[in-house]
């Protein structure tokens, strides 16, 4: 997909919780397609700390009002610099970067889909914290196409859990924290919904303990699965070469790599590959996980 | 409009601006964002004989105004460059300059003598000062004996223009220059990364996966000029300077202290736009200045 270098221009940060915004952006033209899964780069003007750009998740696509969301949370100097964005501001972005999640049905813009896995059930996303931020365009994508996503959401307290009115605009949202304060108190993959259900496939987005936790349980329950990683990144191209994974399997054609669920792997040679570039999203058979 | 051509030996560059090994990938990368046949001239990702997985992850931290990265030379080696990647860069209508690297003076022979077959690729960057790798690299860039060895064995294979590509992590670099000049050398480029390290004090642990890394963008630039500066002075064959170069005024530096040509490496991974940014912008201060070419200013500095 081509890639663009945009001026965006800020049209609303909102505060979600102490350490979560939700920014707004738009543009003078109609914004790029963009795959639910990609991400952008973020340049942070003005900060003497931070010197690379930011990568952010695509949390939605707003087509009608031309708008971008990215969900962030303000970690560090550069999140917090653009959580003090306001309306009118100008951001820096290149995108749309990555791959994307696997879809059943193509978008624009998407090479070669995954067969329609009929009868395997259906989607359940998985989210950890601010990890939920991709799954929300990903929902809406597939609640379109015709599908009927789960979410399934985990956070520490209810305090950081996000967005939920817009998620269960595209499906059925379940819920965990780690001390009870909302929905089952426990882990995602401690969630009922797990022994009540057969899913088809997972699409997981959260913290690494907690992706590797939903990995080990996909893989028991012989459920294909995909994670997004967030391996720290300088370019965003694949030019430089600091983002690697190790993985299994050759590096994949591009055909193949859009239909990641069933490529079997044409070799145990494990290779470095950039996440930002053939990532980041992984099928979790590729992962030494 | 002042004119912007500049020779390094025996090849010409239409803009004195290229972009550093290692940060451009083999351009391909960048050709949505950037009209590649505008820049001066591109040098791709450092190629060794055999295929490289490079280090470990973490590769890259990020430091106050720069960065850190050990990636150590990850590569498919040259053959699959040859075949795979040679075929798809060879017409870009810009100046393909290909990194070599090795582990041994024959090495980087054979791998230059692999690359001088290819009609499209004009020049080689020699790199004999990786600081990311334990066999070679900078092994050879850090004594005048290691430094000429490597030249001259690959001056034999390798007829096209030879840029050395210099470590700073020297004590006299202009001594590795003069060494490197006299073993046939066509060009030095200088500086690599200079040697660095990163803590988190949180986890009390290295931040990259070897301990240390190269240390790139506008932190080490006052480093790199004073290196030019002195390089110049000390040889006769046209330098190629680069080191934090983020906008036109720098690259100027650079040339005022000598160089005749520039490479942007770190700055490629903020704005992937720079290197035409910077090319503007020395067209735009040369006419301010009333200068008819970009030669005028190479070397002004007594």
């Known amino acids: 997909m081509k890639k663009y270098v945009l ?57 009608e009002q031309n708008e971008l969301w990215l969900l962030v949370a303000t970690v560090g100097d550069g999140t917090r610099w653009m959580a003090s964005l306001k309306a009118g501001d100008t951001l820096n972005c290149m995108l749309p970067l990555g791959n994307g999640w696997t879809l059943s049905r193509p978008m624009e813009g998407s090479s070669t889909p995954l067969p329609h896995r009929e009868g395997q059930g259906e989607s359940l996303l998985i989210g950890g914290g601010v990890g ?61 919904v797990l022994q009540q259900e057969r899913f088809g496939l997972i699409q997981c987005c959260g913290p690494t303990p907690m992706m590797k936790a939903v990995a080990r349980y996909a893989r028991e329950k012989g459920i294909c699965c995909e994670v997004s990683l967030e391996n720290l990144m300088a370019c965003g191209l694949g030019a430089c070469l600091c983002c690697v994974e190790k993985v299994k399997g ?40 | 409009m002042a004119k912007l051509e500049v020779n390094i030996g025996a090849l010409k560059l239409k803009n004195p601006v290229m972009t550093a090994s290692g940060t451009f990938g083999y351009g391909l990368e960048f050709q949505d964002l950037v009209p590649l046949e505008e820049i001066g001239g591109i040098i791709v990702k450092g190629t ?5 997985e490079g280090n470990d992850y973490p590769r890259m931290a990020e430091t106050a105004m720069g960065m850190l990265n050990c990636v150590g030379l990850q590569n498919k080696g040259v053959d699959y460059f040859c075949e795979h990647i040679y075929p ?8 393909m300059i290909v990194n070599v690297s090795g582990s041994s003076p024959d090495d980087y022979a054979e791998c230059a003598a692999r690359v001088d077959a290819l009609d499209g690729i004009p020049a080689i960057e020699l790199n004999i000062s990786c ?86 963008g506008p932190c080490v630039k006052p480093v790199a000029v004073r290196m030019v500066y ?39 991974f903020i704005d992937p736009t720079v290197t035409i940014k910077v090319r503007d912008g020395i067209n735009e201060w040369l006419d301010r200045h009333g200068c008819q070419s970009v030669k005028d200013i190479i070397g002004v500095i007594e």
């Not at chain 1, 930002?276 to 590729?286: I, M, S, Y």
């Not at chain 2, 798809?88 to 100046?95: A, E, F, R, Y």
């Not at chain 2, 300077?241 to 202290?257: H, P, R, V, Y």
Request: glycine share 8%; net charge neutral; proline share 5%.
């Open chain 1, 7 to 63: 001026d965006l221009t800020v049209r609303s940060v909102e505060r979600l919780h102490e350490r979560y915004v939700l920014i707004r952006l738009t543009h003078r033209e109609p914004l790029p397609a963009m795959l639910p899964g990609q991400f952008v780069e973020v340049r942070v003007d003005g900060s003497p700390s931070t010197f690379l750009r930011r990568p952010i998740s695509i949390n939605f696509v707003d087509k």
């Open chain 1, 132 to 192: 939920v931020a991709p799954l929300l365009y990903l929902g809406k994508q597939l609640k379109e196409s015709g599908a009927e996503p789960t979410f399934l959401l985990g956070a520490r307290t209810k305090n950081d859990l996000l967005m939920l009115g817009e998620f269960e605009k595209y499906g059925r949202v379940f819920v965990t924290t780690e001390d009870g304060s909302e929905g089952e108190r426990g882990f995602v993959t401690n969630h009922s």
């Open chain 1, 250 to 289: 050759l590096p994949l054609t591009p055909s193949k790599e859009r239909g990641d669920l069933d490529v079997s792997l044409e070799s145990n040679e494990l290779v470095n590959v950039c996440v930002c570039k053939e990532g980041p999203v992984f099928n979790v058979n590729r992962l030494l996980w």
């Open chain 2, 48 to 52: 060794t004989l055999k295929p490289r």
């Open chain 2, 88 to 95: 798809q860069i060879k017409d870009i209508d810009t100046n």
């Open chain 2, 131 to 216: 600081p990311n790798v334990k066999d070679g690299g900078m092994a050879f860039g850090v004594t005048c004996a290691g430094a000429e060895s490597v030249v001259k064995a690959v001056r034999e294979r390798y007829h096209k223009t030879l840029i050395v590509k210099l470590s700073p992590n020297v004590t006299n670099i202009a001594e590795i220059a003069r060494a490197v000049e006299a073993a046939g050398a066509d060009s030095v480029s200088l500086i690599n990364t200079l040697m660095g390290m990163a803590i988190d004090i949180e986890k009390r642990r290295k931040k990259l996966s070897i301990g240390t890394g190269g240390l790139s």
């Open chain 2, 230 to 268: 002195q390089v110049a002075k000390a040889v006769k064959i046209p330098v190629v300077g680069l080191g934090g170069i983020m906008t036109a005024e720098d690259a100027i530096e650079f040339m005022m202290a000598g160089a005749t040509a520039i490479e942007i490496g770190t700055a490629n």
